[in-house]
């Protein structure tokens, strides 16, 4: 079996070799390690070193930041471990989040793992007219390349750069632009937002240009046209440039326009319900990442889940979750009492993704779903109520019983705005999408109780995010801020 390189240990070992001018050096060089030349070499490389798979995401504390989640104590549970260790930081809402309430670093390695992705795609994007195969073949990796270095600066600008205002984006802190295509010990400046955003747009245009020559729309598992697109919308939604957000999400729908129907499925709750983020989900688009977040794990001592508030706004009809059961949330019942004096409570779990050995897919997707929402929205800024309205029904049919799906259209464009971004909240809960709406639409003000103390004595303490607070935008790393100059002291680091 072939045994590939990363990207980066491939560039510098090319590197040696033009530099050393040796004929021997590859006889010294391990012999079952190949340098890659053909398109499926470098494939497979790009999705060994820059796709997440069934791995736990780095940012999987997205969520805790938000409205959607709130803390519980289950105090007869003896599994698991105390996850208030590595959320309170972040649910909190501290100066160092990655800190634990007894100051044990919880460190964040989104930025490195990202960067990484970022440093694998300009080295393929950069090698692209060297590399053999198919015009078909080159173009998918090409387009793979540039979906996947989006994706990343989309992440990081969200996370670690403030929110997208085109008022202040020219002057407003982003993140490092690195366009280097080869591992280098220098330090990259903070981009404005503006410049974030503009890479992006590029590299939406380049990945799409490169889809439409490709052979096939390929795998979920792999980014391709559809899935790109959906996220050009998203890119462009968080722009506030209307026209384009509606562009990319019609052409994201012309490419794959399904919804998955829970009206079609088994009653949710049941014994027959399969989970929602399955491989029988025809909206799905790319699949990737590990499903179940330690956080909210419900079988743990003291965790975070579904917050009363986000349970709030599903009403009846609603198969998403609606009365303790649901296709996103459902109620477990569980006895808290003994053997002989049974005491049931309902404990909420999320179940709308799971483990690819029960799902097929992965644990997190982009959709269509989001297509749908991301119109809708930009025809609702735009004016047009009517095309608002029909987008936020279809998707509504597929995920509430008929009596209750439909809405009529409002009177007025704010409150048209607000029941989109209200469904939005109920669609991508646990998906990692609040966070970065929270900050696109105001960055309000947000509460949150945490839990202290053990079984016997629980304790609870409040905090406040502040509207408009500087902390939705996170701190660089502590690792990150420790070895780089710029970023915050110390030596440079590639």
């Known amino acids: ?14 590197a040696t070799l033009i530099l050393s001018g040796c004929k021997g050096f590859l006889d010294e060089y391990s012999q079952d390690t190949i340098v890659p030349t053909s398109a499926k070499d470098y494939s497979e490389i790009l999705y060994g070193d820059a796709y997440f798979k069934e791995v736990t995401l780095p940012y999987r504390y997205l969520d805790l930041l938000t409205d959607d989640v709130m803390a519980y104590a289950n105090t007869k549970s003896v599994q698991g471990e105390d996850q208030r260790r590595t959320a309170f930081g972040y649910f909190t809402w501290q100066d160092q989040p990655e800190l634990s309430p007894t100051k044990v670093l919880n460190s964040d390695y989104t930025w490195l793992t990202l960067y990484q992705h970022i440093l694998t795609s300009n080295i393929i994007i950069n090698q692209i007219g060297e590399i053999k195969g198919t015009p078909e073949e080159i173009a998918r990796l090409e387009g793979e390349a540039h979906a996947v270095r989006l994706f990343a600066f989309f992440m990081l600008t969200n996370i670690y750069g403030e929110p997208y205002d085109p008022a202040t984006a020219s002057t407003a802190m982003g993140v490092p632009l690195n366009y ?7 330090s990259f400046p903070r981009a404005t937002v503006a410049e974030d955003y503009a890479e992006m747009v590029k590299d939406i245009e380049g990945a799409m240009t490169a889809f439409a020559k490709a052979d096939n729309e390929g795998t979920i598992y792999r980014w391709n046209a559809a899935a790109t697109a959906v996220l050009a919308s998203r890119v462009y939604l968080h722009m506030q440039d209307w026209d384009s957000v509606i562009k990319y999400a019609d052409q994201a729908l012309s490419l794959n326009g399904a919804l998955h129907d829970l009206n079609k499925l088994p009653a949710p709750g049941s014994d027959d319900a399969k989970i929602f983020l399955g491989k029988e989900n025809r909206e799905i688009n790319y699949s990737y990442g590990f499903g179940w977040i330690p956080e909210f794990r419900t079988v743990h001592p003291f965790y975070f889940n579904a917050s009363s508030d986000l349970l709030s706004i599903y009403s009846e009809g609603d198969l998403r979750y609606y009365d303790k059961k649901g296709y996103f949330i459902n109620a477990n019942k569980i006895n808290v009492g003994s053997f002989w004096f049974p ?15 029960d799902t097929h897919t992965y ?12 119109r809708a929205e930009a025809y609702a800024m735009k004016g047009d109520l009517s095309r608002a309205m029909k987008d936020l029904n279809t998707l509504r049919r597929a995920r509430i019983t008929p009596e209750h799906a439909m809405l009529e259209t409002p009177a007025t464009q704010d409150e048209a705005v607000r029941l989109i971004r209200e469904e939005r909240r109920r669609e991508f809960c646990f998906e990692q999408l609040r966070w970065f709406d929270l900050r696109r639409e105001g960055m309000p003000e947000l509460h949150h109780t945490y839990i202290t103390g053990n079984a016997k004595e629980i304790g609870t303490e409040e905090y406040t995010l502040p509207a408009k607070s500087p902390k939705y935008t996170l701190p660089v790393p502590q690792v990150v801020r420790e070895s780089d100059a710029v970023l915050g002291g110390g030596k440079t680091t590639k």
């Open 343 to 357: 005491k049931y409570e309902y404990v909420m779990d999320v179940v709308k993704s799971g483990t690819k050995e």
């Open 180 to 186: 280097h295509h080869y591992a280098e010990d220098v």
């Open 363 to 374: 644990g997190f997707a982009i959709r269509s779903a989001e297509a749908y929402l991301n």
């Open 1 to 14: 079996m072939k045994r590939y390189t990363s990207l980066v240990t491939t560039t510098a070992l090319l």
